[in-house]
């Protein structure tokens, strides 16, 4: 059973930072490409954020430059660190395993003033 667990999501006011971690735990039978995806009240899900095994990424237009996501193997995480929040970034922040349904259970990420 695998099982994807998000934290670090928060308030936080326009132009500040914040670092979400995914946590992936069980049995994995193979190599993933690993995705953070946001979802606002009352719009459709987005992807934020893509990271191959090797590395490489891939970033929604909305948050290039501004987001980098990264992957740490030894520790079996994923993270996404955010910079230079605007009140637009709110939402739901979810850590996708890609061809699966192993979803997290989410952390809610608020900017506001």
């Known amino acids: 059973q695998v099982q994807l667990v998000e934290s670090g999501g928060g308030l936080v006011h326009p132009g500040g930072s914040l670092r979400l971690s995914c946590t992936i735990s069980g049995t994995i039978f193979g190599n993933y490409e690993m995705g953070w995806f946001r979802q606002a009240p009352g719009k459709q899900r987005e992807l934020v954020a893509r990271?191959?095994?090797?590395?490489?990424?891939v970033y929604a237009d909305s948050v290039k430059g501004r987001f980098t996501i990264s992957g740490d193997n030894a520790r079996n995480t994923v993270s996404l660190q955010m910079n230079s929040l605007r009140p637009e970034d709110t939402g739901v922040y979810y850590c996708h395993m890609r061809g699966t349904f192993y979803w997290g259970q989410g952390t809610q990420v608020t900017v506001s003033s």
């Open positions: 990271i191959t095994t090797g590395g490489s990424t």
